[in-house]
């Protein structure tokens, strides 16, 4: 593995420039759903940029990864085409998935995306499967799969990582953590809310990391990629974050929590600190930042007249990919 410290320029700017993508990304994703061009609940993810930017530069495009339905920052940190995402979401025949997954099941088995998943820990089986078939096919991939606090309490997490455990899987845990699930508080649905303890239970090595550094988040996922390549089984990483926005599109987010709340942690925005970071440490200059900001929205406008010009799936492909 590379050290944080170790890492090149080019690599610290391009953390701050997918950060960036994906805030622009998302932004864009709610003017379209208010415009009407995406249907159905919309799930962001502002405030947490930091942990799909961090996890995937430890990655390789072979390596798995399966995420929740607010995956949308993963699948474009792991180097899926942002035009072809973007029609995905507005159910376009242009989409990664010809427009049937949408949202919530985005798949692109090409950079080692074995989806997004509608289900509350859907997608921990799948990504222990992808670890299993590595080891048993002695290949040199893993399998990293990501999952929110309120899926901590799950049966098939523990089923999952009780197997892990036992056959020291290439698999990485990576819980990330705002402390809501959905609108209910962390204290109010586990009893045990450092939730890195519970893996002790199955042999899994555990570690907190600060979730809006993102830095930090490489380095943790570096180290665990490189003990699952060499045998050395799971490891669990709690990524402590925060969501500034709702839980979906129609939700304010200050019913079950305060302003003030909120306010506090815009001020933690990975992007703002990061960008400070590399300003103080002279990894760029702020026009830099300025040049890398306006080339990240150039980019998500991009994706989004690719995505609207895209035409909607053919009825006669409905059944298409349905039945073998």
């Not at 990655?59 to 607010?70: A, E, K």
């Not at 455990?165 to 845990?173: A, E, H, Q, R």
């Not at 026009?287 to 006669?316: M, R, T, Y």
Request: net charge negative; aromatic share 6%; hydrophobic share 45%.
């Amino acid at each position: 593995m590379i050290p944080a410290a170790e890492l090149i320029d080019a690599d610290l700017i391009g953390l701050y420039r997918t950060m960036l993508t994906m805030r622009h990304f998302e932004e864009a994703l709610m003017v379209q759903s208010t415009a009407g061009n995406l249907r159905g609940s919309l799930h962001l993810a502002r405030g947490q940029e930091a942990i799909p930017a961090g996890v995937c530069l430890a990655l390789r495009q072979s390596d798995s990864i399966t995420m929740t339905y607010r995956g949308h920052g993963y699948v474009l940190a792991k180097g899926c085409d942002l035009g072809r995402i973007m029609a995905e979401i507005c159910g376009r025949a242009d989409g990664i998935c010809g427009g049937k997954g949408g949202k919530m099941h985005i798949f692109d088995p090409e950079h080692g995306v074995l989806g997004a998943n509608g289900i509350v820990a859907g997608g921990i089986p799948t990504a222990a499967g992808a670890a299993l078939s590595a080891k048993l096919l002695k290949e040199d991939r893993i399998a990293v799969t990501v999952f929110g606090d309120g899926a901590i309490n799950q049966g098939v997490v523990h089923e999952v990582m009780n197997m892990a455990g036992l056959w020291k899987l290439p698999l990485i845990f990576l819980c990330e953590n705002n402390h809501y699930s959905e609108m209910t508080p962390l204290d109010r649905s586990s009893a045990v809310t450092k939730l890195s303890d519970r893996t002790a239970a199955y042999a899994i090595e555990s570690v907190i990391v600060d979730g809006n550094d993102v830095l930090a988040v490489y380095e943790a996922t570096a180290m665990a990629a490189d003990k699952a390549r060499t045998g050395g089984g799971a490891t669990f990483i709690e990524a402590m974050t925060y969501r500034t926005c709702g839980h979906y599109n129609l939700d304010p987010g200050l019913s079950y929590r305060t302003k003030e709340e909120v306010a506090e942690w815009e001020t933690k925005s990975p992007i703002i600190r990061f960008a400070a970071w590399l300003t103080e440490n002279s990894k760029a200059t702020t026009q830099q930042l300025l040049d890398i900001e306006a080339e990240s929205k150039g980019i998500v406008d991009d994706a989004v007249e690719f995505a609207l010009a895209s035409p909607f799936p053919d009825e006669a492909t409905a059944l298409q990919g349905v039945f073998v």
